[in-house]
């Protein structure tokens, strides 16, 4: 897949925004996973991500791309989200934002 930093910025907008974070910099894939956009492509940051073709036969393009927490996957298949990490709410009460966006592994 060939990928330039156009189609990396329009598949991070794909990726959810969260109100109490600066989009530019911080999103949660469909896990709920934390990513920061500057640890595209990194595979050692807790926020890492990549970007999958989540439709069977589909080709690389925009509709067809998801961004996604490096640990984490998508089951073309069963057409679900696999999730290995997510956000860690740990000690966050219902409606609280935490301080520093943190991520676990199921």
Known sequence: MAIDEKLVQAVWEKARGMPDRDQTEWRRDQCGAWLHR?????GKSEYGWKILNVVAGGDDELENLQPFHW????DIEQGRPRCRTSADR???TPGQYVDQPRNTSA
């Open 90 to 92: 740990a000690g966050i």
């Open 38 to 42: 500057f640890q595209y492509n990194n």
């Open 71 to 74: 640990d984490n996957t998508f």
